[in-house]
Structure formats: structure tokens, C-alpha cells
């Protein structure tokens, strides 16, 4: 049997199609084995993998339910169909929904997951204030981050490890209301068991290994891949070399960054200044 080898970087079709077959592949399931679960051809299956055709949202939701993937493919499926979504971030996110531990350094901004409403509006609303979006594709990234975070409400969810910069709790996004409100959901998130935060202080300086937002995915068969963005581009990290170089950066990254205990601090204080 011919195997044609996916690149996920050439197109978001193959993307998903690489994303579908890795899927099947943990279970050990043939195309067939998954055309049977889910009620559709094993021709059709094999044309989704390979990129030769795309699917619908009935589609993405059967495979979630016949592999257990929760949301994962149906995120992707919706971020690579919405315009406005930097390349390669859907491919990230559907990463992300699979993840069993997620590493976070976000240099300007409280990381996404962490965002509230109001705080990701605000972020969306000044985008299109710019220009650089339209109110549609404003909405659509808000509805999209909100699909994101379920992951945060399920029985087993990931462990997450977020270090902020200390510019990203004292940076008053949407106003004094609405950086209080976030402030108060980054301490509720904080007391929870899977959920470690760390604050970057400014005196950290140059010191501070990483100059931009990355994240770091690890999961259940310890692979890790990384994530990280430009201006106008979201680049999923495969390359053994430079994530193992990341991984080395964070390790540095949590040792220098305040405690958990002095970063709930930190953010307290910067509530009250507010």
C-alpha cells in the first residue's frame, strides 16, 4: 500500500489531514477501522488525510467522537476556514486541545488561555480600531479563543505552566475595570492544581531568555513541539535541535522568574494600583 507522506506546513488541508491520521494512528486504526466508526468510506477517509479534499463540520465532529479527540479536530477545522487567524496558529491550537502539558512565556499580554471576555474584546476591538481586522474577524478570534479554553474545564485537563512578563499585569488592557477583572481570574486560575503561574519581573532584564511569545506542548508520548509568532505568521516548531533549545530556556526561564507565592503578590499589588 502506497503512503503518501503529509508536510503540514505545505497547506492547511494537509495540516488537517496529517492531524486526522496521527489521530487514527494512536489507536492503531486503519482507515477503515475509523470509516466504519464513524459511518462514511474509507476512500473518503484517505482523501481528507492526503489533502485531497475537504471535509464539513459533521465530519470533523464525527472523527472527534470516533477517536476521542474531544474538540481537537474541530478546532482546527474552524481556525483554518476563518479568515483573520495567523498561518499556522490553527494547527497550534488543535495541538494545544491534545496536550498534556502546555509551557507558556508570554512577553506583553496575559497568555490567552488566561484571558477574560472583556480583556480578549478589548485586545480585537483596538485591532480593528487599527485597521488590521474587521469586526467580523474580531468576533470570530473572540468565539474562538472562548472554544479554546474549554480545555481548561474538562476532567483531566492539562498541566500549564505560564510565565508572565511583568508588563503583561501592569499593562491596563481595556481599562482599569476590565484589567482588575482580569487580574482577579488570573489569582482564581492560579489556586487551581493544574495551574502554575510565574511572573517575570522587570528586573530580570536582559536576563530573560526568550524576546517574544513561545509555547512549549508536551504530550502523552513526550513528544514536545513549539510554538511561537511574528507580526504576520504563527510557526508550529518540529525540529528536534530547536526545541530541545527552548526547552533548556524555560527550564533557565522558571528558575529566575519570581515564585508563585511572590507572583500572586506581584499581581495583587498591581490590582490594588489599578
Known sequence: MNRKELDPTSSPRESFGALLRSSREVLSWTQEDLAAAMGYSDSYISAVETGRKSTSRDFVRAADKALGTGQTLELMWVGMR????????????????RAAEIRIFEPNLIPGLFQTKAYASAIEAAAVQRGSSTPDQAEERVKFLLARQRLLKRAEPPVIHAVIDECGIRRPVGGAATMRAQLDHLVDMASRPYVIFQVAPFGLAEHAPFRSFVTLLAFADRSVVGYTESADHGYVVREDRTVRAWERAYDRLQVEALTGAASLDMIRQARKEL
Open 82 to 97: 476563518r479568515k483573520g487567524f495567523l498561518e499556522g496558529f490553527p494547527e497550534h491550537a488543535a495541538q494545544e486541545a
